[in-house]
């Protein structure tokens, strides 16, 4: 089975400039998350989708959305990038259900290195 | 979730087993432990979990002890590609959608 993949796997952006990051998960898998990771924060957690629906979000400002599609690919953006946001951004996909007894192991894309000039 | 402690960092022989330690000692019933780890600059990549039975599968084991405070991962014939930094998490299967990674041990294989 083919794993998480994420495109493009590096994007260079100026200040102001907005960028929009797409993610496919494992087939069958329906929720996606999204991941922030700089060295100085390590991991932080966006946004989790599940069956379109924005079920769960981090503490992040409204420049950062996502969306999630019916067929479980899921995109995010940030809008008037600061430089901040420069970061390595995962995606994970996970085989849970909503209702009933699931596995809701989290497996990891390549990510998305974002470098902000 | 648990808080877990692991060392730094590591130093493993080629082709040895590597073993890693993790503890958590806060750790509750019906929480699992995890185990991921990542290669410089790659996404974190899931190896094993497993809650209170020890546990195996192609990449490593999950040895957990019966008290539940403490767990090592084992990567029984240690290659230069399983460099990379090693977290244990631990949480509560199903109702925790969000992963939270400590610093990890830095588990370097040397040839």
């Known amino acids: 089975k083919a794993g998480v993949t994420q495109t493009p796997r590096y994007l260079i952006k100026t200040r102001g400039q907005q960028v929009t990051l797409s993610c496919s998960p494992i087939s069958g898998h329906r929720s996606v998350s999204w991941y922030q990771q700089t060295p100085g924060q390590g991991l932080q957690f966006l946004f989790e989708?599940?069956?379109?629906?924005?079920?769960n979000k981090g503490n992040f400002p409204g420049r950062f959305s996502g969306r999630q599609f019916s067929n479980s690919r899921s995109e995010m953006n940030v809008s008037t990038l600061e430089l901040g946001d420069s970061a390595l951004y995962l995606c994970?996909?996970?085989?849970?259900?909503?209702?009933?007894?699931?596995?809701?192991?989290?497996?990891f894309g390549p990510g998305t290195r974002l470098t902000v000039l | 979730d648990a808080k877990t402690t692991q060392p730094p960092s590591m130093d493993c022989a080629e082709g040895r087993a590597a073993n890693l330690p993790c503890n958590h000692s806060t750790i509750s019933g019906n929480e699992y432990v995890y185990w991921y780890r990542q290669i410089h600059s790659q996404g974190p990549q899931y190896i094993i979990h497993?809650?209170?039975n020890n546990e195996t599968n192609e990449m490593a084991s999950l040895i957990i002890t019966e008290d539940r405070k403490s767990s090592t991962l084992i990567l029984p014939h240690a290659t230069l590609r399983d460099t990379a930094v090693y977290y244990c998490?631990?949480?509560?299967?199903?109702?925790?959608?969000?992963?939270?990674f400590g610093k990890g041990t830095l588990l370097t294989v040397n040839p």
């Open positions: 994970a996909s996970s085989p849970k259900k909503l209702t009933g007894h699931s596995t809701d192991t989290q497996y």
């Open positions: 998490i631990v949480r509560v299967a199903g109702s925790n959608y969000k992963l939270t």
């Open positions: 989708y599940f069956s379109e629906t924005q079920r």
């Open positions: 497993g809650l209170k």
